[in-house]
């Protein structure tokens, strides 16, 4: 399987700086996006400890894959699944342990969202904490393939919300699960085939919350091989919109 990537990060219009980080590892085909939180600096510090951290644990084991894992792996997963699940429990613990040391860090954190095509069985494994999202593009249609771990989605599971009840929900922003928060963090894990021209796209919030999934998947849809100029629209569709946030975002294309 061959893979085409483009990644893109833009501050928005009314940040004044840029808390998002993201990571793009071809070689060991390992895609993510940070959306740091925590105040001016400390977001931004927990996003890049946390793609620079993964990228370091995907390099050692991709060298050695006898190389010592700082947990023990679950043996009901497979080796991949373990990989990916260890190397964003690794991004969590260094994030807190920082952060405990540094008073002016304190309280940082941030989400992940995670895309890692394993060598072999064509398949896609995706990692996420917090409300960073990952989306499946295929044949023209867009699948949200991460469940956000929001304030927000936790009361749509519990009670039917309208769309103007979603829209005036004061607490849009509130994240019940990052990476930081504790020295140890629940990573969910979603497990997709993977199929030819299959496009994955992941991206923190100021685009998600910015843009509606039906707008996403026409831009997408209008870049058939140009992920960068797909990108590059994602992050003008949202600042146009209000970039209220800043906008980040990956896009990996497979081919089969």
């Not at 963090?185 to 497990?191: Q, S, T």
Request: proline fraction near 3%.
């Amino acid at each position: 399987m061959r893979l085409s990537h483009a990644g893109t990060s833009d501050v928005g219009r009314k940040r004044t700086h840029n808390e998002d980080a993201y990571l793009l590892l071809p070689e060991e085909s390992l895609f993510s996006v940070a959306d740091g939180m925590g105040g001016h600096a400390s977001g931004e510090v927990a996003a890049r400890i946390a793609v620079e951290e993964m990228a370091e644990f995907f390099r050692t084991t991709g060298r050695d894959e006898e190389a010592t894992w700082p947990y023990k792996t679950d043996p009901a997963r497979a080796y991949d699944e373990n990989r990916l699940l260890t190397s964003v429990k690794l991004a969590n613990l260094r994030i807190f342990e920082r952060a405990a040391t540094d008073e002016r860090l304190r309280g940082m954190g941030t989400t992940l969202v995670a895309g890692y095509f394993p060598k072999s069985g064509g398949t896609l494994l995706v990692g996420h904490v917090g409300d960073s999202r990952a989306y499946l593009f295929r044949k023209g249609t867009l699948r949200q393939l991460t469940e956000d771990h929001s304030l927000l989605n936790d009361y749509r599971k519990s009670r039917a919300l309208t769309p103007e009840e979603i829209e005036a929900f004061p607490h849009k922003n509130v994240i019940v699960r990052a990476l930081g928060m504790r020295d140890a963090v629940e990573v969910d894990l979603v497990r997709e085939q993977v199929e030819d021209g299959d496009v994955l796209l992941l991206c923190s919030d100021g685009l998600s919350g910015m843009v509606p999934d039906d707008r996403i998947a026409e831009i997408v849809r209008g870049h058939p091989v140009d992920l960068r100029g797909a990108g590059q629209a994602l992050v003008d569709a949202a600042n146009e919109a209000g970039g209220q946030d800043n906008v980040t975002c990956v896009l990996v294309q497979a081919h089969v």
